[in-house]
């Protein structure tokens, strides 16, 4: 085999390990997102559930304060009552009567205040329910994607590891100047960066080279580019078939 042909086989060799380094880092960039996406809906929901349970805890606050009110008012009216029977002028008696007569309305506006604040209670906790049942499974869906996630990139960077040693391998075994333009042309286009030609159609761009071109591709002396995308060409009957050099490589 020529040098020129083993060149080519060298150069397709680090395009193949190329792409699997490609394959895989752009499925690191994608599989965070789905992370993400899922974190964004169980923050949101965890917020709304977080309102709730704020509200709650207002309600019961607020409970709490008119129970201990009309507790108070109650025993209030109640001592009242004991001492009424000791009045001893009328003036007084009606003062007294009076003040247990405001002390008794409040308590009821109390207990109607209550009794709105209860039906309030019963609804947040209502919604906090229906709601606990999505948290839970959002919760453990998430937990599961980022530990799944975690699995995932540290199987990626050991294969990415392994390929990078496999690339450094393939690498050396470019002649420098030809290595140099493929890196070249690898960080300014996309993959694949070494392509064949088939009937003077460049399987990159699928256009047609120059004739001059195709007669000094089918010599097989040098690598060339295509004129058109300036990825590096060979001629696919170098290699009787379409993935023999890939094959042999």
């Not at 020529?2 to 397709?12: A, F, G, P, T």
């Not at 606050?61 to 009328?90: A, C, F, P, W, Y």
């Not at 960066?193 to 699928?206: L, M």
């Amino acid at each position: 085999m020529s040098l020129y042909l083993k060149q080519i086989e060298q150069l397709v060799a680090l395009q193949l390990v190329d792409d699997e380094i490609l394959g895989i880092t752009s499925e690191l960039d994608e599989a965070p997102k789905e992370v993400e996406a899922l974190q964004e809906r169980f923050d949101a929901l965890e917020n709304q559930r977080n309102r709730f349970l704020e509200k709650i805890d207002h309600l019961k606050g607020q409970e709490k304060r008119i129970n201990s009110e009309i507790e108070n008012d109650s025993l209030k009216v109640k001592k009242s009552k004991s001492k009424l029977m000791l009045v001893g002028n009328t003036k007084e008696y009606h003062a007294m009567m009076r003040e247990m007569d405001n002390l008794e309305k409040l308590n009821r506006l109390r207990e109607e205040e209550k009794l709105a604040l209860s039906e309030e209670l019963d609804r947040q906790q209502m919604a906090v329910s229906d709601m606990d049942e999505r948290y839970s499974i959002i919760k453990e869906e998430l937990e599961e994607k980022k530990a799944s996630l975690k699995r995932r990139v540290d199987e990626a960077n050991v294969v990415l590891e392994k390929l990078d040693k496999k690339r450094n391998v393939a690498g050396k075994e470019v002649p420098t100047p030809i290595l140099n333009r493929y890196e070249f042309i690898r960080s300014r286009l996309d993959n694949p960066v070494i392509v064949s030609v088939k009937e003077q159609v460049c399987n990159g761009c699928h256009i047609a080279i120059p004739p001059q071109s195709y007669i000094e591709l089918q010599k097989g002396h040098q690598i060339l580019s295509c004129p058109n995308c300036q990825r590096l060409i060979y001629w696919s009957e170098h290699f009787g078939s379409e993935e023999e050099a890939t094959t042999e490589a």
